[in-house]
């Protein structure tokens, strides 16, 4: 990671950063989103890890495993100005060392594949990603 940035795992962001965040790289709109239940949301995680340029947010992953057998990595978010400098990587280096000991999936949005390949994770020809939305 280049730079002087943070990387946290003990605290977690606020909603109001987490919709910051997913604002600022053209995920929805603000009226999608309440910060008072995405600190909830935060809350459940497994694992956030979050990475902080002096107090500012720049780059959040979210985990949801069982911590036995299962991990699933659901965001690796990076704001825009930050993108291309490591972060993502270290946040995915930092979910892959503490869940080793389980299978790690990850979802991702055609096109960035390419960044989770070169972070180590493998193509498994015998799974897909299926998605249903939630009602508004």
């Known amino acids: 990671m280049n730079g002087s940035y943070h990387l946290c795992t003990d605290t977690r962001p606020t909603g109001r950063q987490a919709v910051d965040l997913f604002l600022s790289v053209g995920w929805g ?3 999608q989103y309440d910060p008072a ?4 949301a935060l ?6 890890v ?5 107090e500012d947010l720049i780059g959040m992953t979210r985990v949801l495993s069982d911590g036995l057998n299962d991990t699933c990595i659901t965001d690796v978010i990076v704001r825009p100005g930050y993108q291309g400098r490591g972060i993502g990587g270290a946040m995915l ?8 000991h389980t299978a790690i999936y990850v979802s991702c949005l055609t096109g960035s594949e390419g960044f989770f390949l070169k972070c180590g994770l493998k193509q498994q020809s ?7 939305r939630a009602a508004a």
């Open 37 to 40: 239940r995405w600190d909830a």
């Open 43 to 48: 809350a459940t995680n497994a694992q956030v």
């Open 93 to 100: 280096e930092t979910v892959t060392r503490t869940f080793a």
């Open 50 to 54: 979050s990475v902080y340029d002096g």
């Open 29 to 31: 709109t603000p009226g």
């Open 126 to 132: 015998r799974l897909m990603a299926l998605a249903v």
